[in-house]
């Protein structure tokens, strides 16, 4: 029994020793944490990779990061993520906490070759979903957001999807785009509101729709020949 209890007392005594130890030597250094995300959508950034002091880490999703044991002094602390332009900055780290938030400006589109264009007609407006091809004819996911332009031209289609020509211009110009943090394809979306078609339509009529969206990587184009001219759930 008063072995049990020695054994006791000693891991005790050796506990608070390691605490101490640890506690000291965390005096010494300091810790330096932060979030790093798209500069434009605030999105987590995909596979970012940092480098501090020697040490790094990736992460492939999640806002924040977090490095221990830094020397106190200066420092250049790097990030970089596939798409995105690379990030640099000389930092000074003192004893303690030291908080950097980073924003990655993204760089690319990766492999964009071209757009497809959906469009859904809702209560407040025509709204368009536009989504990445690449190179082999798939989808792309994993892209930041960058600065886009879209324009468009809305016809009244006469005929059908087979056989048809383009009638009334109803809309011609720039169209807004909001981006979908949580659409799998579609993230950039844009939307015209039905008192831009310049005139009360009835149920059943169908337009074509001409879009340019404008990109840092070339111009890409699109046509739906089935938009909707009424809101979806009235016929």
Do not use: C
């Amino acid at each position: 029994m008063k072995r049990s209890i020695l054994y006791v007392i000693v891991g005790l005594i050796a506990l608070v020793a390691l605490v101490v130890g640890f506690n000291l030597r965390s005096e010494k250094y300091g810790t330096v944490k932060g979030k790093i995300v798209d500069a434009l959508s605030e999105d987590p950034v995909w596979e970012v990779n940092i480098v501090l002091d020697g040490k790094s880490t990736t992460k492939y999703m999640g806002k924040t990061y977090r490095f221990t044991g830094i020397k106190p002094g200066s420092h250049t602390f790097k990030a970089t993520a596939p798409n995105y332009y690379s990030f640099s900055k000389e930092i000074k780290v003192k004893k303690g906490e030291n908080i950097l938030d980073v924003s990655l400006k993204g760089e690319k589109i990766p492999d964009l070759q071209g757009i497809i264009v959906f469009t859904e007609s809702q209560e407040k407006g025509i709204q368009l979903e536009i989504r990445f091809s690449d190179s082999k004819g798939e989808g792309i996911t994993k892209f930041p957001r960058l600065s886009l332009n879209l324009e468009g031209k809305l016809y009244l289609r006469l005929g059908d999807e087979e056989n048809y020509t383009r009638g009334k211009e109803l809309f011609s110009g720039p169209i807004e785009l909001f981006w979908d943090s949580q659409a799998f394809l579609a993230k950039n979306k844009g939307i015209f509101p039905w008192e831009k078609i310049g005139e009360h339509l009835e149920i059943e009529k169908y337009g074509i729709l001409d879009v340019v969206l404008h990109t840092p990587q070339g111009d890409f184009e699109d046509t739906v020949d089935d938009v909707k001219l009424y809101p979806e759930g009235i016929e």
